[in-house]
């Protein structure tokens, strides 16, 4: 056995470590946390300074033991976890665990902290160690403590208040209440009006338009023309008055510098793989942790990128000196600036230690190590490697022109032409940042003819345009995530966990990559901001982060901290279990009284969602159906041309728990339904069969799955998407894709006596993708 043990977190990261550190060493992965809280009341004591009592997780209990094992053999411990309150917790935690079981005695124990996993950076970072950052640990348990005590007291009063199974979180909930208030924003939105006046010219061959800013002498607004007939008088006033040309007036031209985006911080990266990739932030951290913990380049195995959870934009001097010499190289000197490029982040809690995510070596590029990493692999290392190069290039240089033309002689009436080009593209020969929710034309450079002053235009005709004001976008995942970050709610290691926990309460759905919040979602969130308003406030959340943050650089105590939360938050807790009662909450009164007994009608929480019923229940069961926007649905939508099978009676969508079926308006009597959304056929015959094909559904729980078209006659089902390819190996008719965090994207064979698996080269989520479900015939 080595003298020395070495213990991360994950067998990837073990694997590539041991390989530079040699047989003096033995590294060992803990495979993520190994204890927690125990999962019930009184874990964390309030009235004894939040003691908190911890459980060794079940499924890391071998793990444990073998580390437990080793460091009998071993004379000094190595504790290399990720270098942020995640892994100094996990360190902490192993660490007491093992003096628990004396095993540590007369045995030295480091911590050791790196940010890119390359035979350097590992070999510096054993030869420097530090020790557990107490303060860290401190922060790590005040804030599990913080949530713990949240959700196991909020939790059960939203059971109590609302429906079983739900939960609240102290940062989810302020998330929760962005997705609400931006849906209530867009249902009270009032569409207007208005419209545009544009002429269209041409000259020097090329066709181009200009927009009205002045009509008679006055600057107009957005509104000045809110009618068909006030914009059709408008421009038969202004046809008439050019006599077919326009004249230009005045010509500017201006030269402006723009700057490339800092290097990738978690969010950022987030935002980006969103927009340029349609990747889910968990997808996003899912294929980073697999860069940066190490690739196998034929024969060498080295991670790709430096750590992914940082808020952090700084980069080394060593990184900056080799990314300026491959721009030099690759795309002339003349690109790289007279001094290295550096950038401030906007958060002012930012562990400036850490560096941004960049490529632990610029001389990776992309192409030459795209055969070495699955599809998802290269794409978001691609990214990542040309956002570091750019940020250390030159600015590009963009020339603006503007033109202004009168219409007419007296100058009343003008027009304004606006384009620019592209002078020197610096840094946009390798990377432009997207933006969020960008308007048609918004990102399109337009590019003008050379113009004279004085010069008559050619005028093709005047142009109306009507349009409507519209309602602030929904949020995608990169837009939440970056309103998230700058309400300064969580953290970079926190933004993919709160998305997937609004997801899997079912709070928020995500269509279309849209968030939507849920009539559950909708519930807890009113019943949150009505009765726990300062919990859910973004600064209150924001500001909590921050002492959090001041707890982990030594300026706060952690237990003074939790008493100022937990004291009134526990006895609003005990307020609101007396003073609430379950119809406050689920129950929403409405001015119209009950058809069948006069009382009054409410919108109320079911099973299946917000419905109309009598308040008067159980003594009368008057209920209707509520439309999607909230209003009220007398009878339900009837689907045209088509009846029921069994029975002849018109057919109807209706709304059950798992969302909206087909059914039969002779229910009672006739049972039948079917699904709203008809199965996916991918064109892959059924290996077990051979008569039908595989189809793509979607299970009750909103899990996908592939059966058999001929069920029940043929049971055959898979999880993973089906491929038309024979395995090599047993040659059953059929491969699958299956995505894993450990192996990434593969080709395997559904066999479970077959072990065959190949790197599949395609993007998953295009396999049976691209075409949507068929709607219901």
């Not at 926990?501 to 901001?529: A, H, M, W």
Request: hydrophobic letters at 35%; charged letters at 30%; a neutral charge.
């Amino acid at each position: 056995m080595s003298n020395n043990l070495v213990i991360v977190e994950s067998p990837a990261k073990a694997k590539t470590i041991e390989k530079y550190l040699g047989k003096d060493f033995h590294v060992l992965a803990s495979y993520g946390h190994v204890r927690d809280l125990i999962p019930k009341e009184g874990a964390v004591d309030p009235e004894h300074d939040f003691a908190m009592k911890y459980e060794i997780i079940d499924r890391n209990q071998r793990h444990v033991q073998a580390i437990s094992k080793a460091i009998k053999e071993a004379q000094t411990l190595y504790l290399a976890t990720d270098p942020d309150r995640e892994g100094e917790a996990i360190s902490w935690h192993l660490y007491e665990l093992l003096k628990e079981k004396k095993l540590l005695k007369n045995k030295p124990v480091h911590r050791v902290i790196f940010h890119e996993i390359t035979k350097k950076a590992v070999t510096e970072a054993i030869a420097n160690p530090t020790e557990l950052s107490i303060n860290l640990i401190n922060a790590q348990q005040a804030r599990r403590a913080l949530d713990y005590l949240v959700g196991f007291k909020l939790s059960p009063l939203l059971w109590k208040k609302i429906r079983r199974g739900l939960s609240a979180g102290r940062v989810q909930s302020p998330a929760l209440r962005m997705i609400v208030e931006r849906e209530l924003e867009i249902e009270a939105f009032k569409t207007r009006e208005y419209w545009s006046i544009d002429a269209e010219l041409t000259a020097q061959e090329q066709t181009f338009k200009a927009k009205l800013t002045h009509f008679n002498g006055e600057k107009l607004n957005q509104f000045s023309f809110e009618t068909e007939e006030h914009a059709s008088q408008v421009k038969q006033t202004l046809l008439d008055a050019a006599d077919g040309k326009l004249h230009v007036v005045k010509v500017e031209k201006k030269q402006r510098s723009r700057n490339p985006a800092p290097p990738f911080i978690t969010s950022t990266l987030q935002q980006e793989a969103a927009r340029k990739l349609g990747f889910t932030t968990k997808r996003t951290m899912m294929v980073a942790q697999q860069l940066y913990e190490g690739i196998d380049l034929g024969g060498e195995t080295a991670g790709l990128i430096t750590y992914m959870r940082t808020d952090s934009v700084n980069l080394s001097v060593d990184a900056v000196l080799e990314i300026r010499e491959l721009i030099a190289e690759k795309y002339g000197a003349i690109n790289v600036p007279k001094e290295p490029r550096q950038f401030k982040t906007k958060s002012k809690n930012a562990q400036e230690a850490h560096e941004a995510i960049r490529p632990t070596s610029i001389r990776h590029q992309p192409a030459e190590v795209q055969k070495y990493l699955s599809a998802e692999q290269f794409k978001l290392y691609d990214l990542i490697w040309k956002r570091t190069i750019a940020c250390q290039m030159i600015h590009a240089t963009i020339d603006m022109v503007a033109i202004d033309f009168c219409c007419g002689e007296e100058q009343q009436h003008l027009f304004r032409a606006t384009g620019s080009t592209i002078a020197k593209p610096g840094f946009m020969a390798v990377y432009l940042e997207g933006i969020d929710d960008t308007q048609e034309g918004d990102d399109k450079e337009n590019f003008l003819p050379a113009l004279e002053q004085g010069r008559p235009v050619p005028l093709n005709d005047i142009i109306a345009g009507q349009h409507f004001t519209e309602p602030p976008p929904r949020y995608s995942e990169a837009s939440l995530v970056k309103t998230l970050e700058e309400h300064g709610i969580g953290r970079p290691s926190t933004y993919a966990s709160i998305i997937s926990t609004l997801q899997n309460r079912e709070y928020v759905t995500l269509d279309s990559k849209r968030f939507y919040p849920t009539d559950v979602g909708r519930i807890v969130n009113k019943f949150l901001t009505e009765h726990f308003t300062k919990y859910v406030d973004y600064d209150f959340t924001a500001n909590l982060e921050d002492e959090l943050d001041a707890v982990s650089r030594g300026e706060k105590e952690w237990i003074p901290l939790m008493h100022a939360f937990w004291n009134p938050f526990n006895t609003l807790i005990h307020e609101k279990d007396e003073s609430v009662q379950r119809k406050d909450v689920t129950h929403e009164a409405i001015d119209e009284k009950c058809p069948e007994c006069g009382s009054q009608l409410s919108i109320r929480l079911g099973r299946n969602g917000r419905f109309i019923g009598c308040n008067n229940y159980p003594e009368c069961s008057y209920t209707r159906n509520l439309n999607e926007d909230g209003s009220s649905a007398d009878a339900p939508e009837v689907v045209e041309g088509r009846t029921c099978p069994k029975c002849d009676s018109s057919l109807v969508i209706k709304a059950g728990k798992y969302g909206k079926f087909i059914g039969c308006s002779a229910y009672p009597k006739c049972k039948h339904i079917e699904p709203l959304e008809k199965p996916l056929d991918t064109g892959v015959t059924c290996p077990q069969c051979k008569d039908g094909s595989i189809l793509k559904r979607k299970s009750r729980f909103g899990k996908i799955f592939y059966s058999c078209s001929e069920y029940p006659k043929c049971s055959y089902a898979l999880w993973d998407a089906p491929i038309k390819d024979e395995c090599p190996t047993c040659q059953w008719p059929i491969l699958t894709v299956k995505s894993t965090k450990r192996r990434g994207v593969e080709k395997v064979c559904p066999q479970k006596d077959c072990k065959y698996a190949t790197p599949y080269e395609g993007d998953p989520e295009d396999v049976n993708g691209p075409k949507e479900l068929a709607a219901s015939q």
